[in-house]
């Protein structure tokens, strides 16, 4: 399962994004914002909606509703 810190993982990865970026326009601490895209701390809804304003993208593309990984889809 693709979680969606995973999802933006991936996305910053192949984007050529650097998380210091990502801090810098959020005011996210470095070290909190890797903990967060790492699994140690939880990322909210709100932490997603900020990191998508950061690298210009819609939170939809990291967010799927539980009924689809439930059902595998």
């Known amino acids: 399962?693709?979680?969606p810190a995973q999802r933006i993982?991936?996305?910053?990865?192949?984007?050529g994004i650097k998380q210091n970026f990502i801090s810098q326009?959020?005011?996210m601490n470095d070290s909190t914002l890797s903990a967060k895209l790492n699994g140690k701390t939880r990322l909210t809804?709100?932490?997603i909606e900020?990191?998508?304003?950061?690298?210009?993208?819609s939170p939809s593309q990291f967010l799927v509703?539980?009924?689809h990984?439930?059902?595998g889809v």
């Open 50 to 57: 900020l990191i998508c304003w950061a690298v210009e993208c």
């Open 1 to 3: 399962m693709n979680t």
């Open 65 to 67: 509703p539980r009924a």
């Open 9 to 15: 993982l991936q996305y910053i990865k192949n984007k």
């Open 69 to 71: 990984e439930s059902i």
């Open 25 to 27: 326009r959020t005011g």
């Open 45 to 47: 809804v709100d932490d």
